[in-house]
């Protein structure tokens, strides 16, 4: 939930995190090779730099020579990696493809408020906080500003509790950017951002998160709907590996007619 500068939401006043366990069987195998990694048969091929996260075939963590890789019932497999590390979609600092500058009211669903409780669920919320949450999520909105050819894009969210304001500068993997940017829990941890599906995703994580157990928050933005519709994948990866990913989708509806043109 968001909040200005010295608010304290009511998830702040709860009580901890009820941490999702599974058990299960690990079924992952390398093919060094050709710097594949097999994980409950798919292959995921050159495995870049992410943080942690417990989807099957994603790298959760690695060190020299080494990734861990992660089934969807929370146990780990590890795995070889080649030394260069690509990204599989592409990573720019910059794009020509897309825009999303705008401003961009949420649409709230029956299908939506169900995803969104599982989400503050997996987030460790208690009952009484995520009904609060879904009766007051519909106030929801943002306005993006992309410039610089989409190098910075800054983002400031509205809701009931507050405002949440920060700017994302997108890397390339040379030359990556990592920047402290304050949470909307007041909370300071490191971001990282690019572009990638040739230009067309936006992606950015927040590392170093403490809050609700500890972990990484990703996210991915794009346009759908002829750019009408600004779409947000949000998904808090768990730094305890026992526990499940919270993922949900929000899409706003554009309430004011841009320039579709990347901001020089």
């Not at 020579?65 to 030394?83: C, K, L, W, Y």
């Not at 999520?137 to 304001?165: D, F, P, Y």
């Not at 490191?190 to 599906?197: A, D, G, I, K, V």
Request: charged share 25%; with cysteine; proline share 3%.
């Amino acid at each position: 939930m968001w909040k200005t500068a010295g608010q304290r939401s009511v998830i702040d006043k709860v009580s901890p995190l009820l941490d999702s366990l599974d058990d299960g069987k690990v079924n992952g195998s390398t093919n060094t090779a050709n710097s594949q990694t097999r994980v409950n048969g798919d292959i995921i091929e050159n495995i870049s730099l992410m943080p942690a996260t417990n989807s099957v075939g994603v790298a959760v963590q690695q060190s020299a020579g080494t990734t861990e890789v992660i089934n969807d019932n929370g146990t780990t497999a590890t795995a070889i990696r080649s030394q260069s590390t690509t990204y599989p979609m592409g990573r720019k600092a910059t794009t020509e493809t897309i825009n999303l500058t705008g401003e961009w009211q949420l649409v709230v669903s029956n299908d939506f408020k169900t995803e969104y409780g599982e989400y503050l669920k997996r987030l460790g919320q208690p009952r009484l906080v995520r009904s609060v949450a879904l009766s007051i999520v519909g106030m929801t909105s943002e306005e993006t500003i992309q410039s610089e050819q989409g190098r910075k894009l800054t983002i400031r969210g509205h809701n009931a509790v507050g405002i949440w304001e920060r700017t994302l500068e997108a890397s390339t993997e040379d030359d990556p950017v990592i920047a402290p940017v304050v949470t909307c829990d007041d909370e300071t941890v490191q971001s990282e951002c690019w572009w990638e599906n040739n230009g067309l995703v936006h992606r950015s994580w927040l590392r170093n998160v403490e809050k609700y157990g500890g972990g990484s928050f990703e996210s991915k933005r794009y346009l759908q709907d002829n750019g009408n519709t600004l779409v947000c994948e949000s998904t808090f990866h768990p730094t305890d590996t026992r526990r499940r990913r919270a993922k949900v989708t929000w899409k706003f509806q554009r309430v004011e007619s841009t320039n579709t043109k990347t901001t020089s």
